[in-house]
């Protein structure tokens, strides 16, 4: 469809880059494009600050090895349906600087936010790098023309490097808003008044947008 004839939806997103399911969501959320002109604000939520830059291994995290093949098992199906090839999900990271550098590239446009959007999680998901890390990140921004006094505005907020119990001043809005509808999940997907926590697929997705429109 013309861009000219497209209905503009204005969304909301809540999302973390070191979410799989985030990546799933933004895959499935992006094939509305072909009906829609989607504008949507990426509300940046952390969901393991405890986690070091450094990165650790899964099996740390607060899940039983039951509970964690669940997870897997149903990442794995939720990436064959679109056509992913994800790197073993074996080491997790802070994204605090992953999601402020993202989060100050907006300032310049959508073309680089997203060609910066999509290889942040490329990097993690499907070629394991590890996205704490700064000079990962620097690279990645250096590979989208991003500029350094960018890279130094996203990360020159106090809490850039923690402590966990804090929240960097870019990103306290998304954290409160999340409170505000009692999101219990990224990603969570909001059109409008209808909130749908979780991944979903494209069929409900492309529901709510109907609807929205």
């Known amino acids: 469809m013309p861009e000219s004839q497209k209905t503009q939806l ?10 799989p399911f985030c990546f799933i969501g933004h895959k499935r959320l992006a094939s509305l494009r072909d009906n829609y002109d989607l504008k949507i604000n990426w509300c940046f939520v ?12 899964v099996s740390m995290l607060d899940y ?9 098992t149903n990442l794995q199906q939720l990436a064959s349906e679109e056509s992913l090839q994800l790197s073993p999900q074996t080491i997790t990271t802070n994204s605090r600087k992953a999601l402020l550098l993202a989060e100050a590239t907006k300032s310049l446009g959508p073309d680089y936010f997203y060609l910066l959007h999509e290889k942040i999680f490329d990097a993690y998901f499907i070629k394991g790098h590890n996205i704490g890390d700064e000079q990962v990140l620097r690279r990645l921004a250096a590979e989208c023309n991003i500029p350094e006094q960018t890279i130094e505005t996203a990360w020159n907020d106090p809490f850039a490097n923690g402590p966990e119990d804090s929240t960097p001043k870019a990103l306290l809005p998304y954290l409160q808003y999340a409170g505000v509808i009692q999101a219990r999940s990224v990603p969570t997907f909001i059109f409008g008044k209808e909130i749908l926590n979780g991944v979903v697929t494209k069929e409900t997705l492309l529901e709510a947008a109907r609807r929205m429109a």
């Open 10 to 19: 204005k969304i909301s997103v809540l999302s973390d880059y070191i979410c």
């Open 64 to 72: 039983s090895q039951e509970h964690w093949d669940e997870l897997m």
């Open 46 to 57: 952390e969901i393991h600050p405890e986690t070091p830059a450094l990165g650790y291994n």
